[in-house]
């Protein structure tokens, strides 16, 4: 390693994450620039091999979670900060050396928000998710694109995948429309396409489902009404213990299931929610909620008269995202709480 890569005594590393080169900013207690350097990937972890143990941030983005886990196993402190929080840190022009000083400033700042280190089953199991989510969507284009063909044709098929699948094969065998000999062929082949993909996405939700029987937190939090097996591995993919939030509503804002703010002149207003966080956690919770909120048996549950009197003053979409941020704030508890439960008759939960 040439001399002036070697590791200067530091409190607080930066690093500049790219795909192959890494730029490095080494800073002292009181903030004094003491080090600039860069690295390819292959001798990133052997400069903080032979650095002292300190600080070390870098930005949450592709690839930070893994070189988190490398430096953290050699033993200095990582931080990950959303990419948000270090823009005001950039000062004039910007370059990967500027962005590196930011990065380590933005990691000492007492009030700084930082981003939780995913272990490599949170990271599988997210992956899963994404990969089911992916399917779907493409699984709605592919009949979508169907549909238009057949559109083309003075065709009109019903809305609805479970309907199309019914629809279409009965389209293919009726001689009296006017699909071409060329269309129906590949409409035929486009419907095994969908077989297939069907066939797949059923494949990784009984994984999914397998990997929540077999944990512990997610049997818990399928105790919760409205989260079952998707929800409760999509939230532990996401959060893991949820020990980074210090108390369950920070959970529920994390998650953009509370309202944005935008007070001035000591006079507040709340707007819609902020829609931040995991889009895809929220959209399952929001789901799961309008289940809960159609189908709760209310004299039942504890919930049952909270909801009562929400849907009695406000409109029912707006109750089912505040039951959303309410089943959030339950995930907090359970998952942070040793043995915890969600008991229905414990106003605890209320």
Known sequence: MPKRNVPRPAAVYGIDIGKNIFHVVALESDGTVVQRVRFRRDTLLQFFQRAAPAIVGMESCAGSQWIARKIQAIGHKVRLIPAQFVKP????????????????????????????????EQADLQALHRVRDQMIGTRTR??????????????ALRQGAGLFKLDLPEALKDPANDLSPAMRKLLVELFDDLHQLEKRIADVTREIEAIADREDAARRLMTIPGIGALGATALLAAIGNGRQFQKARDLAAWLGLVPREYSTGGKQKLLGISKRGNRYVRKLLVHGARSCFRHLDRPKDRLGSWLDGLQARMHPNKAVVALAAKMARIVWVVLTKPGALYERRDPAFT
């Open 142 to 155: 592919l009949i979508n694109q169907m549909r238009a063909f057949c559109l083309e044709y003075g065709v």
């Open 89 to 120: 840190y950039v000062k004039s022009n910007k370059s990967d050396i500027i962005d590196a000083e930011a990065i380590a400033e933005a990691a000492t700042r007492p009030t700084m928000r930082f981003a939780a280190l995913k272990t490599e």
